[in-house]
């Protein structure tokens, strides 16, 4: 019998020195593997809309299409918390809108948490969430729906005013009230010192070894998706290969009349 994995057991986590363990999910399969393996959260990340939809940027996904992906993946998790990522304009806009878009994560598709980009600037609609009873995970540093003011897809906080607004941004979403901080594209050494500082579990990507937990987008770490790579991801399989692989020896086998051969014909 498994313990579902909560947003208190975030805490306990960082309290006990045991790494929280993160990846994306985008559809049923993929969820199940991840939570029979064992991670502690899932997240239908607004990376989607690159890795799975094709879009150019994830900030081109919409509302509709991450509870459409969300629901699927809810189907297949059973034990890892499960978080929805608020995408692109669903919470900027209003603390009215980001209330009711994360409740659309809730309701409709079951998710338990959800996750949102932004740091000082976004407190009030992290405030707003949290007392509406929807917990909330920050993400700050390098923040994808808005790098282009960040001068891009850059590390962020590598000179003392730049680090200085990383850790006041994360600072900011924790005293709002969000349960764990996502800290993207920043020092390992400023990592380190949000992560001691927080009361709540850091989660890094590309930001070192001293956060609480990790997490990676999964069509990353699979060899899934090849428009770019990010350096901070390390690829454990390459399953774009074995796919390709497996669809060219199809191809031959139809072509060449070998398939269906008997075993595979009534
Ligand atoms: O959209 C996403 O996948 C993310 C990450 C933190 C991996 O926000």
Redesign the pocket.
């Known amino acids: 019998m498994f313990m579902k994995f909560t947003v208190q057991d975030l805490k306990h986590k960082k309290e006990n020195g045991k790494k929280i363990t993160m990846l994306?999910a985008s559809d049923f399969p993929m969820a199940l593997l991840i939570d029979k393996a064992g991670i502690d959260a899932v997240?239908v990340?607004?990376?989607?809309g690159m890795t799975t939809l094709g879009y150019e940027a994830?900030t081109m996904v919409s509302m509709d299409e991450m509870i459409h992906h969300a629901k699927a993946v809810r189907r297949g998790v059973e034990r890892a918390l499960l978080v929805g990522?608020m995408p692109y304009l669903s919470f900027q806009t209003s603390d009215i809108d980001a209330v009711s878009n994360a409740k659309r994560f809730v309701d409709e598709a079951g998710c338990d948490a959800v996750?949102l980009?932004g740091g000082e600037d976004m407190s009030a609609r992290v405030k707003a969430i949290v007392s509406s009873g929807i917990p909330v995970i920050g993400?700050v540093g390098l923040t994808?729906q808005t790098a282009d003011k960040l001068g891009g897809y850059k590390v962020q906080g590598k000179d003392d005013a730049s680090a200085s607004k990383v850790a006041a941004d994360a600072a900011a979403v924790s005293a709002a009230g969000a349960c764990a901080v996502?800290l993207?594209c920043v020092p390992r050494e400023l990592a380190r010192r949000i992560t001691g500082e927080l009361p709540v579990p850091t989660i890094g990507?590309g930001a070192g070894p001293h956060c609480d937990g990790q997490?990676?987008?999964t069509h990353d770490i699979i060899g899934y998706f090849d428009r770019f790579k990010p350096r901070f991801v390390k690829q454990y399989a390459d399953i774009g290969k074995e796919i390709s692989q497996a669809v060219e020896a199809y191809r031959t086998e139809v072509e060449e009349g070998i398939f269906p051969d008997a075993k595979h014909s009534f």
């Open positions: 994306t997240l990340g607004d990376s989607l994830t990522d996750k980009e993400h994808p996502v993207e990507i997490v990676l987008v």
